[in-house]
């Protein structure tokens, strides 16, 4: 199937099981182990860039977890789609769901799982190892360039020496810095990556937060290998992967906003680079005990001023002068007097090059604008800053003339521009940069200045504005970084330090004296540190050690530096000395002090050969990044850096603020000769030396490689030197030969004795012997350590990296023993502080109870006492000894009146009071009483007064006159017992208008026979009508009723008596109703007879018509029985129903 190996894959056979760590801060990521019977071939190149790969198993790996899952069968082949990056890892694209799938089988690992391409998969013929010490010729040069090479071509930029990274410049731009590489960077070993700038970055932040102690990164290379590059990568990758706040953003921001502004103002185009720094930079990072960068300082280093008056061809001015011309706006250049033209300015038309095909002024002026705003400049200071640009470039302008050797200024335009732009007085300023000012004799005089000298004045006022207004800028950029959080006051630093590389030109002067004496001086550091105290330090640890020889360049420092016999003594001697000395007398100076000297040569005492090569005004030196010729003219002048004190006068008037601050007063009063440049220069190279060797140090060699700045061109001679000078190869040998991480016994132990249960928590003997014990237990193999006299030496990064991991593991359960255990104690003290409290609370509430309870005793026994003697003497009027118990009394029995009222009218119960309030009581009973009974009577309607008014009739009639009074109390009477459909209509229609007030249904018995029949009674207003169905039988009108009589018994008879001799009444009606009461009731009422009513006892004697009479008898018995007796009267017997 498969068709083509991929040549540089076809023979890839693993070396050995290698663990290959995807990075913590991928999700999901898992280690991955490749087999050494895992092949893989690479195919061609997918159209989406991408690469097929297929891996094909060899053996069965029963159960493995592997790539392509477990339990591959035999020459399983599985297919995964990578992707190459320009690092050289590849990166599994993953699946749908972030999974990888080859025919089916999950991959373990899943979302960008990395392996690593040199280390694991790739074939190291095509892209070299990651690493320098991996190099099987590891002492060949060739070897060593061919690596480097084979990387540069596969875009591989970056290979370490151990912990020194190695950075060709790939003069374009790769794909290798976005946020992703730097989150893949995160937190991880060195070794697990590719090398990267950001892994040194990452190392350097690791270890000052884990060991607490300051580092630093030192670039060095030469002008134009990626310096500065580098140091801007690695301050974006701290301001991207450092944990950030608020305020810490602010200060991120402005950190890279530093940046262009510097380099604005600091770099330039130079033959070497486009953007080369022509002032030194040491910043510092500040970052708090979070690691969140919090402040930063930087220090700058000797600029080339000289730059701003004259440039070699090819060359440029500082970038600003440029941005400010093409990018001002109309108005702003206007204002500054300025046109849109570099070559209308004699400072930038020096090396005929005012455009730049990699630089965009136009762009780069908006970014430093912005950046600017972002550092905390406000509009006045910016445009201060501004006219001082401007200001510079009208100095430049300032043509002179004049006849007899006495200069005159010819452009009064340019004068009254620089009046208004440095604030000063237009004539005052004229005339300091035509004269001199001389003290003869404690005189002043003013010394008119030739053509030249002139010239030079106004240069050196140019130089001296720019120079202190760069200064200036430093400083102000260093108070928007300064750290202002008063609460923490320690913070940790990471240095960086990007100074101007080694330079060689046609020509160099003071400057490139300066800067590559800089660079010799850090390659001292270098070899200082890597170098030779590293082999001596195997020395004296008694370390079995073949020294490795190397070049140290002391003795060129030595020759720049030394006290009265080095370079810079020799040109301050010749600054100083009175007379006629001269940049030429300084050069015969030099060849009678230093002549001798390997590393010195000067015309007159090379050979014919060098001769040829140089001019009498030159010397050479060997550096040892190479030879250069340095021309000494203008050696004296720049090392002075004088300044008329006329100028200085002028300056310090100035009303702008800027420059205020950087022309002095106090400097005009100071009689004392200022130090020389190279002095200051060479004072402070030797403070920068102090306070890198105070940090912990981690190295970037930058290459360049070729001089041509193309990508892609891998120019051999030129890196062969650079590899020479930068010592790479015996950095290399002792890397190789010697250990990658050392520390003292003590503070070894100290950090690593929790993982060993003999070293922890404390070990008592020698640390030697804890440090042993401990690697010991750590399972350190014989190769991998060596114990010295004070310190333990590990040889690779790995057993270290191990080591850490399993420290930070055991931290985690350090950590968690001391939250339980601090947790346990916080909560015990918690406790003992609740209990104590509880207690205090109880103790306190117990003793309010017990007082209240004591006291509520007393006052128990106080009133028993008062109650008793009361008792005794309750007989006896109202005194002090019974008052308590007669108010006692009287108020119990109110209160028990109070409990116990009559619920209603008819409840009689009233409780008895005691002798002194029976008058009260009755008082209250009555009005008690007529309160009842007058909400009573509220509550009365009519339809019930009505009721009770017939009651009352009732009452009168029949209480205790009638048997079966008693039972009808509590029946109400009703308004009739017959309704309208009970009453023949008839009957109705008889009775016509005549209301009816009452109809009762009634049994009539005969006058004669005594025959029961059923009748109706109907009661009117003005008769009682008795009516058989639809006839009126008989009409008794109510003025002609003479009475009526009952019984006293509970029948219901009763008798209408009417007038005897009226012939058309037929007699007495007998009648019987079963609701007599209310029936006779209404008939008295209707009549208004109440008093005809009789009730009689035994019998009742009616007419019954034409003159007869007859009787009823009334008897009491078991029942009710009416019939008519043997005597001929009506018997009617009835039982009793209340005895009396
Ligand atoms: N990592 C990189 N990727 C892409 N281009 C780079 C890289 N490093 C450097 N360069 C290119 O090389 C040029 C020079 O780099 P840089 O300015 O960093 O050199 P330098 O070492 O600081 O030189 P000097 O000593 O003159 O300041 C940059 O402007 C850039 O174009
Ligand atoms: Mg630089």
Redesign the pocket.
């Known amino acids: 199937m498969i068709q083509r190996l991929h040549p540089l894959l076809a023979s890839l056979r693993l070396p050995a099981r290698r663990q290959v760590t995807a990075p913590r801060s991928l999700s999901g990521a898992r280690r991955v182990l490749l087999q050494p019977e895992l092949r893989i071939f690479f195919p061609l190149r997918e159209p989406d860039g991408t690469k097929r790969v297929r891996i094909t198993s060899r053996r069965k790996r029963p159960g493995g977890r592997g790539v392509g899952g477990g339990g591959q069968k035999e020459g399983t082949m599985m297919e995964l789609r990578i992707q190459l990056i320009p690092t050289g890892e590849i990166i599994l694209s993953p699946g749908k769901n972030g999974e990888n799938y080859c025919h089916g089988c999950k991959v373990v690992a899943s979302d960008g799982v990395r392996a690593m391409m040199e280390s694991a998969l790739t074939a190291r013929d095509r892209v070299g190892v990651q690493d320098f010490v991996l190099l099987e010729n590891f002492t060949s040069e060739a070897a060593f360039i061919e690596n480097l090479r084979k990387r540069f071509k596969e875009n591989l930029?970056y290979t370490y020496i151990g912990s020194v990274l190695v950075?060709v410049?790939?003069?374009?731009?790769?794909e290798i810095y976005n946020k992703n590489h730097m989150q893949r960077y995160r937190g991880v070993n060195f070794y697990e990556v590719s090398p990267h700038i950001y892994a040194v970055g990452d190392n350097s932040y690791r270890s000052m937060r884990t060991e607490r102690k300051d580092q630093c990164i030192l670039i060095s290379?030469?002008?134009?290998?990626?310096?500065?590059?580098?140091s801007k990568?690695i301050l974006q990758y701290y301001a991207v992967t450092c944990p950030a706040s608020e305020q810490v953003q602010t200060v991120k921001d402005r950190l890279l906003q530093s940046n262009p502004v510097l380099e604005a103002f600091g770099?330039a185009k130079?033959l070497?680079?486009?953007?080369?720094?022509r002032f030194g930079k040491y910043m510092d990072i500040q970052f708090d005990f979070k690691g969140a960068p919090v402040g930063g300082h930087i220090i700058n280093y000797l600029l080339e001023k000289s730059r701003v008056v004259h440039q070699n061809h090819g060359e440029r001015n500082f970038h600003i002068f440029y941005q400010l011309i093409e990018g001002g706006e109309e108005d702003l250049l206007r204002g500054l007097g300025l046109e849109r033209n570099p070559q209308q300015y004699q400072y930038l038309v020096k090396g005929n090059c005012p455009k730049v095909s990699?630089i965009n002024d136009r762009t780069d002026w908006k970014t430093v604008r912005k950046a600017l705003t972002v550092i905390g400049f406000d509009e006045d200071e910016v445009e201060e800053l501004l006219n001082i640009i401007a200001s510079v470039l009208h100095l430049g302008n300032v043509q002179y003339g004049g006849e007899d050797g006495v200069a005159c200024i010819t452009s009064d335009t340019q004068i009254k521009y620089l009046a208004r732009l440095l604030g000063v007085n237009g004539t005052v300023l004229t005339e300091a940069l035509t004269h001199k000012k001389i003290i003869a004799k404690g005189e002043e005089l003013m010394s008119p200045l030739n053509l030249e000298q002139a010239s030079s004045a106004r240069d050196a006022l140019s130089k001296a504005v720019y120079g202190r207004t760069f200064t200036w800028l430093v400083n102000k950029i260093n108070a928007s970084l300064t750290y202002t959080d008063d609460s923490c006051k320690h913070y940790s630093v990471i240095g960086l330090l990007?100074i101007?590389?080694f330079?060689v030109f046609q020509h160099n002067s003071f400057e490139q004296f300066c800067i590559n004496y800089c660079n010799e001086k850090l390659q001292q550091l270098f070899i200082e540190l890597t170098l030779k105290s590293e082999q001596e330090e195997y020395e004296a640890e008694g370390i079995t050690w073949e020294p490795v020889q190397y070049f140290n360049n002391k003795i060129i420092c030595d020759l720049v530096e030394e006290k009265f016999k080095g370079i810079i003594s020799i040109l301050d001697e010749e600054c100083l000395r009175p007379g006629d000395a001269s940049d030429l007398t300084f050069l015969e100076k030099l060849e009678d002090t230093v002549g001798g000297h390997p590393h010195f040569v000067t015309h007159k005492l090379a050979d014919t050969k060098t001769r040829k090569v140089m001019s009498r005004e030159e010397f050479r030196l060997l550096h040892y990044a190479g030879e250069v010729n340095y021309n000494v003219n203008g050696f004296l002048d720049k090392n002075n850096d004088l300044l008329f004190r006329n100028l200085k006068e002028v300056m310090c008037m100035s009303e702008n603020k800027i420059l205020n601050q950087c022309f002095n007063r106090e400097e005009l009063s100071d009689k004392k000769r200022p130090e020389t440049a190279a002095t200051q220069f060479k004072a402070s190279l030797a403070k920068l030396m102090e306070i890198l060797m105070s940090k912990e140090p981690s190295y970037v060699r930058?290459m360049k490689p070729n001089d041509s700045?193309q990508a892609g061109r891998f120019d051999e001679v030129l890196i062969r030197h650079q590899v020479k000078y930068l010592g790479l190869m015996e950095n290399l040998r002792v890397r190789r030969a010697g250990f990658a991480y050392r520390r003292r016994y003590e503070l070894f132990l100290q950090r690593y004795k929790s993982l060993c249960p003999d070293t922890w928590p404390s070990w008592q003997g020698k640390a030697s012997d804890g440090v042993a014990t401990l690697v010991k237990h750590l399972g350190y193999k014989p190769e991998e350590y060596k114990l010295g006299r004070s310190k333990i030496f590990i040889r690779f990064p790995k057993t270290l990296f191990a080591t850490e991991e399993g420290l930070e593991t055991r931290k985690h359960g350090l950590a968690t023993k001391l939250q339980a255990g601090w947790r346990g104690y916080r909560q015990k003290s918690k406790y003992q502080k609740l209990r104590s409290s509880a207690v205090a609370v109880q103790a306190w509430w117990r003793g309010i109870l017990a007082r209240r309870r004591a006291r509520r005793r007393r006052q128990a026994a106080d009133t028993i006492r008062r109650f008793v003697k009361g008792f005794i003497h309750r007989h006896r009027e109202r005194c002090p000894e019974n008052e308590y118990f007669l108010d006692y009394v009287r108020y119990s029995f109110l209160m028990n009146l109070r409990r116990n009222l009559p619920k209603n009218v008819l409840d009689k119960s009233w409780p008895t009071p005691p002798a002194a309030l029976s008058e009260a009581s009755e008082l209250l009973r009555k009005l008690c009483m007529q309160n009842m009974v007058w909400s009573y009577c509220k509550k009365i309607n009519s339809e019930w007064k009505h009721q009770m008014e017939q009651k009352m009739v009732a009452s009168e009639l029949f209480k205790d006159k009638k048997d079966n009074y008693p039972q009808s109390v509590s029946k109400l009477f009703v308004n009739t017992r017959l309704n309208g459909e009970d009453i023949n209509p008839k009957v109705v229609q008889a009775l016509g208008s005549e209301k009816m007030k009452y109809a009762v249904p009634v049994t009539k018995y005969d006058r004669k026979g005594y025959k029961a029949r059923p009748r109706q009674l109907l009661l009117t207003a003005n008769s009682a009508v008795i009516v058989e169905e639809a006839k009126l039988k008989q009409r008794i009108e109510y003025a002609t009723l003479r009475g009526v009589s009952v019984s006293s018994l509970s029948d219901g008879l009763f008798v209408l008596h009417v007038p005897g001799g009226d012939n058309k009444q037929k007699g007495d009606v007998v009648l019987q109703s079963d609701h007599v009461i209310e029936t006779l009731t209404k008939i008295a009422i209707c009549s208004d007879k109440i008093n005809n009513i009789n009730i009689n006892q035994g019998s009742i004697t009616f007419t019954s018509g034409q003159g007869k009479e007859g009787t009823i008898d009334f008897t009491p018995g078991s029942e009710l029985l009416v019939a008519k007796a043997k005597n001929g009267h009506l018997s009617v017997t009835a039982p009793r129903l209340n005895s009396r």
């Open positions: 930029i950075s410049n790939p003069y374009k731009d790769l290379g030469e002008s134009g290998a990626g310096k500065t590059e580098a990568k770099n130079t070497r680079n486009d953007n080369s720094s990699s990007d101007y590389g330079e930058c700045k």
